[in-house]
């Protein structure tokens, strides 16, 4: 079975820190990836993805992440984390249904506490 | 534009009472899911709609649950018997149709508490 790990549990870090959050998954096959993010008291909002092409994929806010997949891996970062970034921080890998299509496997997710 | 509404927003029962879950999911998406979250873990696959079929029920987790879609639009999760492990986020999310649909959009969750 597909699984998602997400080694740490807590990050706390102070502003202006680099963040480096890491995701490691266990798909052998052809793999689409995402990081979601959750604020505070909002729901679950893309982060970026990775479908193909460049393994450097850049979204908003200032992540950005790097499929390697010779460690199938996914680490999100960020050179320079703001108060903002507090939130928890989901990494995901499709995994395929019976029906043709593609269920989400989640990590368990990483909590980022930025200190002002 | 609108996204992936749900509802109710917060839903507390008492154990082994029946609750139904709404999800009205962006107009257009033929592709919804429904997922849950425990407290401290990550989100877990339920059930899949393409259109009004279910063709992926692999992850509901007993026979107490079950799920509906009208159309391409509004599903509703329906809990029956709660438990207090039933606890949990109930997330819908959808998305383009298949193949396309590995992006998905989610809702802010149903928070279900069973006592």
């Known amino acids: 079975a597909q699984s998602v790990s997400q080694h740490n549990h807590h990050v706390i870090l102070s502003e202006a820190a680099s963040l480096e959050l890491g995701c490691n998954y266990s798909?052998?096959?052809?793999?689409?990836l995402f990081w979601y993010v959750q604020y505070p008291g909002q729901h679950l909002q893309l982060l970026l993805k990775?479908?193909?092409?460049?393994?450097l994929v850049k979204g908003i806010k200032g992540f950005e992440a790097e499929f390697i997949k010779s460690k199938f891996s996914f680490n999100l970062r960020k050179p320079s984390v703001q108060w903002s970034d507090t939130a928890e921080y989901f990494c995901?890998?499709?995994?395929?249904?019976?029906?043709?299509?593609?269920?989400?496997?989640f990590g368990k997710g990483t909590k980022l506490s930025v200190i002002p | 534009g609108a996204g992936v509404s749900q509802s109710p927003s917060n839903k507390v029962t008492e154990k082994g009472k029946d609750v139904e879950l709404r999800c009205d999911p962006i107009?257009?998406?033929?592709?919804l899911y429904w997922y849950r979250q425990r407290l401290g873990q990550g989100l877990e696959f339920l059930i899949y709609?393409?259109?009004?079929?279910?063709?992926?029920k692999s992850g509901l987790p007993s026979d107490r649950f079950s799920a509906e879609r009208t159309g391409e639009s509004v599903s509703t999760l329906t809990i029956q018997r709660t438990q207090q492990e039933d606890s949990a986020v109930y997330l819908c999310?959808?998305?383009?149709?298949?193949?396309?649909?590995?992006?998905?959009?989610f809702g802010p969750g149903t928070r279900l508490t069973v006592t």
């Open positions: 999310a959808s998305g383009p149709r298949a193949p396309n649909g590995f992006e998905q959009y």
């Open positions: 798909y052998g096959g052809t793999v689409n």
């Open positions: 990775y479908f193909s092409g460049d393994p």
């Open positions: 995901a890998v499709n995994s395929p249904l019976r029906a043709g299509s593609y269920q989400l496997t």
């Open positions: 107009s257009g998406h033929t592709a």
């Open positions: 709609f393409q259109g009004n079929s279910a063709p992926d």
